[in-house]
Structure formats: structure tokens, C-alpha cells
């Protein structure tokens, strides 16, 4: 069974930092591309940041420069370091794995954590 189990949501003020962690099982999480989403509400769920296997990163235009994404392959974890938060980064964020399958790839979603981050 594939589990991606958040944690490290919460509140902080504006210029703070925050740190959300992601705890993979049920998948090869060395072979997956790794990435969190944010969703804002009544907004689409967008990607923030996303990690390869080989740790390539990309990251959305609106965190470049304040988050980093990292993985630990070892402990099947993902990390979303966030800095320099502003309150349009208050939001319900989603880890997610995406693995190759024999045929077609298959996408896997947390629960999600909220961040909330006052002015």
C-alpha cells in the first residue's frame, strides 16, 4: 500500500521559515520524481517544486530563490525548505510521487499540510 505521509505544516509571520517533510512507503522511492503542490482555497492545485531521482530540481517562478526542495533517498523522505514566506504562500501543500510503471506512470498524493503564514 502507498502511503505519502506530510508533516511540518503550521502558522508563522511573513518572513519566517517553515519546513515540510514528506515519508514515502509502498513505492521504489529511488526511482520516483518527487514534487510538492500547493492549493490555496477556491485555486487549482499547482506544482511548487519538484526533485528527480538524480536530484534535478525545477521549482515554480513564485518560490525560486526562497524554497528548496531535497530528498533522502535512504529514508524515502522529501523536503520542502521554505524561506522568505509571504501570506500568498498560505496554503494546503501536497507531496507527491510520480513512478514509472511497465506501461504508463502512476501519480500518488499525501494528505496534504496547511501553511498558513500571516502578515
Known amino acids: 500500500q502507498v502511503q505519502l505521509v506530510e508533516s511540518g505544516g503550521g502558522l508563522v509571520q511573513a518572513g519566517g521559515s517553515l519546513s515540510v517533510s514528506c515519508a514515502a512507503s509502498?513505492?521504489?522511492?529511488?526511482?520516483?520524481?518527487m514534487g510538492w503542490y500547493r492549493q490555496a482555497p477556491g485555486k487549482q492545485r499547482d506544482l511548487v517544486a519538484s526533485i528527480t531521482s538524480r536530484s534535478t530540481t525545477t521549482y515554480a517562478d513564485s518560490v525560486k530563490g526562497r524554497f528548496t526542495i531535497s530528498r533522502d533517498n535512504a529514508k524515502n523522505t522529501v523536503y520542502l525548505q521554505m524561506n522568505s514566506l509571504k501570506p500568498e504562500d498560505t496554503a494546503v501543500y501536497y507531496c507527491?510521487?510520480?513512478?514509472?510503471?511497465?506501461?504508463?506512470?502512476?501519480?500518488?498524493w499525501g494528505q496534504g499540510t496547511q501553511v498558513t503564514v500571516s502578515s
Open positions: 507527491n510521487a510520480l513512478v514509472s510503471g511497465t506501461y504508463f506512470p502512476t501519480r500518488y
Open positions: 509502498g513505492i521504489n522511492f529511488g526511482i520516483a520524481v
